[in-house]
């Protein structure tokens, strides 16, 4: 059996996680600075020279895998037909496959979005729209812009299947890239992105490592088989599900704050827990994954200060520094360490609202209706009161000694009564940083995968 | 074959008649898009849109239809459902108004046809072929 390595090429750090099979146990890990620029090689190297000095043991390396959300992670661009039906499956389709949704557009494309899809460094489009058998005209439109503007970008088309074939004839004889899978929401409401998960995963795996330049690593790792958000969300799904005899921690959710984004991942139904309450909107994935690009740490630190206002800043933060100054320091410098107590008491109160915030967006919502008949309550999302688990994962929380107190911030709050946030879930930290790791290893050893999990997360 | 989008509208639970009612059309070849009961305008809007539905039947049984249909037209307009049927039907208005100015006050507000209660399914059946063009 041996040593197997999973490493992760992150946009800072290329880390590296050695399992040792046959003890079932983790060895060692390590990280070097990520190495795209001149050659991803670089840093993989150092990173396992350090690991094998570090730990001898890492001799006989039996497998290698690898995920990769270096040199900006995958980006993508949803469009569908209407907001709250076809565009969002088709963002959850982006989301769920570990990409950044970094365009949205809904009904017939404009020249002005054209424009806006052109001077985005957008890696992939996921084009829906209708539901099978329903409107078509859209989606046809939309092809057609598509391909006339001749982005050079690969194109998914998860929409009516009854386009399909006028969209296979429009892009045949074109330069254009183009996949046709399965319609993201082929009844209203009803959700299946699997088949589009698949191929942006495959279009990552064959093009997109490539134009980012980490394909050079894959001579020394083999194929770098999933973006690592994806990873960690396979993570989570495997920790919560659990595998054969060896049992899960049931519904939990993963919160991941970063320098730029923060993501957050659920697991579970989330259905209605009172019987009042009405569901409404499209289905919602089991594994739910949201990604919030104006809430973090670093890159995101003056996004994040323009959403909050100096009043609710200080609800957080107790000194009377330049807010402002502060953040911008941290924008401009992404590599930025705290020094003194105060700058550690302002990255507290950014993790903090970064922790609020996404919380917010990613839960379900309940709404009050007034109707002739009395209040009437309709639920939007899901229900996540009874989520017993919540997992901070990230650089910023990993090494924070007050990360537990941070992540305090999803519960339910008198001032957010109709959120439906977490009631006092058990609070873990993957002080390890193993998460992505484990996403990797359970492709080939769920069992093993999760017993780690359940050693590590503390 | 068509499209329709049922459903019934407002805070109305009545749910017995439209279960009838997608199962009368689904027998007649309709293609039938139920989005049940407690549906808002939008939810009937939004799932004629993306199903290019040729009409949409509205059911309110409690009564309070006339306010839950209110500028049902003008926002169908106002999304691009130019050509839209709409059909309404059940209990819909409070107690025992004529019917005749009943349907009246729907027809001026955008509705292409109205049924009193206890409206046999085959009439819209009929009605919804000769409006579809089938
Ligand atoms: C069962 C029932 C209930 C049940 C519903 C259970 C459920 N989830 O379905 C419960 C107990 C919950 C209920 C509650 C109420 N009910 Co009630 N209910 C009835 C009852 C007895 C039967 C309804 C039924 O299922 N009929 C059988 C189905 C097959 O017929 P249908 O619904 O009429 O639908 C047919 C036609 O109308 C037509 N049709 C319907 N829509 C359309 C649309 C188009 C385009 C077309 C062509 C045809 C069409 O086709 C359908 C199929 O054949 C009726 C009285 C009655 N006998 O009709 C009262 C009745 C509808 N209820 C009434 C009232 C007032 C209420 C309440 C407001 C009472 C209250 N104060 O709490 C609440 C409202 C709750 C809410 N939020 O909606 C009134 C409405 C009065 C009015 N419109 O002026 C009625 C008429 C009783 C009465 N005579 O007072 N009710």
């Excluded at chain 1, 469009?79 to 039906?85: F, K, P, S, T």
């Amino acid at each position: 059996m041996g040593i197997h390595l999973l490493v992760d090429f992150g946009s800072t750090y290329t880390k590296i996680t050695a399992i040792d099979l046959d003890k079932e146990c983790i060895v060692g890990t390590s990280k070097a600075m990520t190495t795209v620029k001149t050659n991803v090689l670089e840093g993989f190297d150092l990173a396992l020279e350090k690991l094998t000095v570090s730990y001898p043991e890492v001799s006989d390396i039996t497998g290698v895998s690898a995920c990769s959300s270096a040199a900006g992670g995958l980006k993508m661009a949803a469009i569908g037909l209407v907001e709250e039906l076809t565009v969002e499956a088709a963002k959850r389709a982006c989301l769920g496959a570990g990409a950044l949704v970094n365009l949205v557009f809904s009904h017939h494309l404009s020249r002005k979005e054209i424009k806006q899809l052109k001077n985005a460094d957008i890696d992939i489009i996921l084009l829906a729209g209708g539901t099978d058998g329903g409107n078509k005209e859209c989606i046809l439109h939309n092809a057609k812009k598509l391909r006339d503007a001749n982005l050079g970008v690969p194109i998914i088309i998860a929409g009516n299947k009854d386009a399909s074939d006028e969209i296979e004839e429009m892009f045949e004889d074109s330069d254009q890239e183009y996949y046709i899978v399965d319609n993201v929401m082929p009844k209203l409401k009803k959700l299946q992105v699997k088949e589009a998960k698949d191929v942006i995963r495959q279009i990552f795996i064959t093009k997109i490592i490539e134009a980012k330049g980490i394909k050079k690593a894959e001579e020394k790792t083999g194929e770098i088989i999933m973006p690592t958000p994806e990873a960690v969300l396979n993570a989570a799904e495997l920790l919560a599900k659990g595998y054969e005899d060896e049992e899960g921690f049931g519904e939990l959710m993963v919160i991941d704050i970063g320098g730029a984004t923060t993501d957050v991942h659920t697991i579970g139904e989330g259905f209605p827990k009172r019987s009042e309450v009405i569901l409404k909107g499209l289905q919602e994935p089991f594994a739910k994954r949201t990604v919030e690009g104006d809430l973090g740490m670093r890159y995101s630190a003056n996004a994040l200060l323009s959403l909050v206002s100096p009043y609710e800043f200080k609800q957080y933060y107790e000194y009377d520094s330049d807010i402002e100054s502060a953040a911008n320091k941290r924008h401009e410098n992404v590599d930025y360490l705290p020094d003194t107590d105060e700058e550690v008491a302002f990255d507290k109160a950014l993790a903090r609202i970064c922790c609020d915030y996404s919380m917010s967006r990613h839960v379900g919502h309940v709404e009050v209706v007034y109707t002739p008949l009395g209040n009437m309550y309709y639920q939007t999302g899901k229900d996540l009161t009874d989520i017993k688990y919540v997992i901070g994962t990230g650089g910023v929380l990993i090494n924070n000694a007050d990360a537990k107190d941070i992540l305090k911030e999803v519960n339910k709050k008198s001032n957010k009564k109709l959120e439906l946030r977490p009631t006092d879930p058990t609070i873990l930290i993957d002080r390890n940083y193993i998460l992505s790791a484990m996403g990797l290893l359970g492709q080939k050893y769920p069992k093993l995968a999760l017993k780690l999990m359940k050693e590590h997360l503390v | 074959m068509s499209t329709v989008v049922i459903g019934v509208i407002g805070a109305d639970v009545h749910a017995v008649g439209n279960k009838i009612i997608e199962h009368v059309l689904t027998e007649h070849g309709f293609n039938v898009v139920n989005i049940g009961v407690l549906s808002s305008q939008e939810d009937f809007i939004n799932a004629a849109i993306e199903t290019s539905a040729g009409a949409i039947l509205v059911s309110s049984l409690y009564g309070h239809g006339e306010i839950d249909c209110k500028y049902m037209r003008e926002n169908c307009q106002e999304a691009g459902l130019n050509n839209i049927k709409l059909y309404v039907g059940g209990n819909i208005v409070v107690g025992k108004q004529a019917f005749k100015e009943v349907e009246q006050r729907f027809k001026k507000m955008g509705f292409d046809r109205v049924y009193p209660p206890g409206t046999n399914i085959e009439d819209a059946v009929r009605h919804l072929r000769e409006d579809l063009g089938e």
